[in-house]
């Protein structure tokens, strides 16, 4: 049974440059969320996607954005890159809307220089 | 708005020693769950446990407890006879009743377990 994946593990990216984040749920989940973690902090929820749509937004701007596929795996999309984006994604799994345990996937390393 | 308090930042313990960390939180509802992950260095949060707002029972779990008081709004969390591999960043969440599975997390506690 796999776990939720994510790709790529390490991408360095310019400043100004835009990048995409891929995840894919663990099996027979429907619900993706993804949270941004700076070193040494806690992760951010930065928004959920269930039914390809964005269901709920953390408190990030506009130039972060998503999807979701039929399959249910997701895309984050950050454009104009700053310095400050620099973090670990973190992608999360979990079944429908409600209240429960979330899966995490080992994380996307974005590097911004 | 809701908030979560870890106000230990690191803790270092020899081996087999008991430890506990500690979690605060903040919220407005009158349901709420709360959460711990562990992050081992791979960084892949590892779910640990879901406690409701109505549920104040403490659980236990092998060497892993749970002591959920809300008249405190604390959520403590306890390892005893601590091992190398309890090594990692522990975080405690919370999830506001109405936002479904969003979590907000506290900053973490650095638990290093020296031999």
């Known amino acids: 049974d796999a776990g939720v994946t994510q790709s790529p593990t390490h991408l360095i990216k310019t400043r100004g440059q835009q990048v995409t984040l891929r995840c894919s749920p663990k099996s027979g989940h429907d619900t993706v969320s993804w949270y941004q973690q700076a070193l040494g902090q806690g992760p951010q929820f930065i928004f959920q996607?269930?039914?390809?749509?964005e269901r709920q937004r953390g408190n990030f701007p506009d130039r972060f954005s998503g999807h979701q596929f039929p399959n249910y795996s997701s895309e984050l999309n950050v454009n104009a890159l700053l310095l400050g984006d620099s973090a670990l994604y973190l992608c999360?799994?979990?079944w429908g809307t409600g209240v429960y345990e979330q899966y995490f996937g080992p994380g996307t390393r974005l590097t911004v220089t | 708005a809701q908030k979560v308090t870890q106000a230990q930042t690191e803790i270092s313990v020899v081996e087999k020693e008991d430890v506990t960390l500690d979690c605060v939180y903040e919220t407005r509802d009158t349901t709420y769950y709360l959460f711990w992950y562990k992050q081992p260095p791979s960084g892949e949060l590892v779910f640990l446990i879901r406690r409701n707002s109505f549920d104040e029972q403490n659980e236990i779990s092998g060497r892993y407890s749970w002591n959920f008081q809300k008249s405190t709004s604390s959520f403590n969390f306890t390892i005893t006879a601590s091992q190398v591999v309890d090594s990692a960043v522990y975080f405690c969440a919370l999830s506001e009743g109405d936002k479904g599975s969003r979590l907000t997390f506290g900053e973490g506690t650095q638990l290093t377990v020296n031999p």
């Open positions: 996607y269930y039914e390809e749509e």
């Open positions: 999360a799994s979990t």
